[in-house]
């Protein structure tokens, strides 16, 4: 069945410590998102890229870096200089310009916390 | 002003009854407009996309006003099962750069 995975389901960060959120898709979708969530609020966005090899930043992007070397990947660094890591982390891919199709799917989510 | 704002609710509905709530946006040049449903601490999933005629989907309608930049979302006959957090999403223009609201959450209750 064609999806966007992430992992890990939960992840751990120790202070000062980077750590590299995976997502993965195979709906062969041209356009790849990482959102943040906190509790009770919507998502932001913090990167985003529409191609493979080229990437922008969202509204949030401070302390958080991503790549784009594969269509099917975009994995998501939360590095140390992000203060407030602690979030729902959120993928999604789409395929832009097709029109009414013009929607977002998205992969269950990753649970950052700080230990 | 926010980009994409939501009454954050809760909205209590009794189970068979009505439910209505607006997702306001700012940018006039806005494009696509979508509703998604969220489940605690689970993905967003598309319920449905707003066209400029309104449309419907079973028990759930939703609308847009241009004139007033706001789209609305109404559930019928509401379920137990119709409890969720419901996101709107705004796309500026053709890109797909989706813009969410905070979210209404909706309990519908015995």
């Known amino acids: 069945d064609g999806g966007i995975t992430q992992s890990p389901k939960y992840l751990f960060r120790k202070e000062g410590q980077n750590v590299t959120l995976s997502c993965e898709q195979n709906l062969n979708h041209d356009a790849m998102y990482w959102y943040r969530q906190d509790p009770g609020q919507g998502l932001r966005l913090i990167y985003y890229s529409q191609i493979v090899n080229d990437f922008q930043k969202g509204d949030i992007a401070e302390g958080y870096s991503v790549s784009r070397e594969k269509k099917e990947s975009f994995p998501l660094t939360v590095t140390s200089a992000q203060k407030n890591p602690t979030a729902f982390y959120l993928c999604?891919?789409?395929?832009?310009?097709?029109?009414?199709?013009?929607?977002?799917?998205f992969g269950s989510g990753t649970q950052l916390s700080v230990l | 002003r926010k980009e994409v704002e939501q009454d954050p609710g809760p909205f209590n509905v009794p189970e068979g009854a009505t439910v209505a709530f607006n997702c306001t946006y700012s940018?006039?040049?806005?494009?696509?407009f979508f509703w998604y449903r969220q489940d605690c601490r689970k993905e967003p999933k598309l319920l449905m996309s707003v066209y400029s005629s309104g449309n419907e989907d079973g028990r759930f309608t939703a609308q847009l006003n241009r004139a007033s930049q706001y789209i609305s979302l109404l559930i019928r006959d509401s379920k137990l099962s119709d409890s969720a957090t419901y996101l709107c999403a705004v796309n500026k223009a053709a890109g797909n750069k989706l813009t969410f609201g905070g979210g209404t959450r909706v309990l519908v209750k015995p």
């Open positions: 940018n006039s040049a806005s494009q696509s």
């Open positions: 999604a891919s789409s395929n832009p310009g097709m029109g009414a199709s013009e929607k977002l799917f």
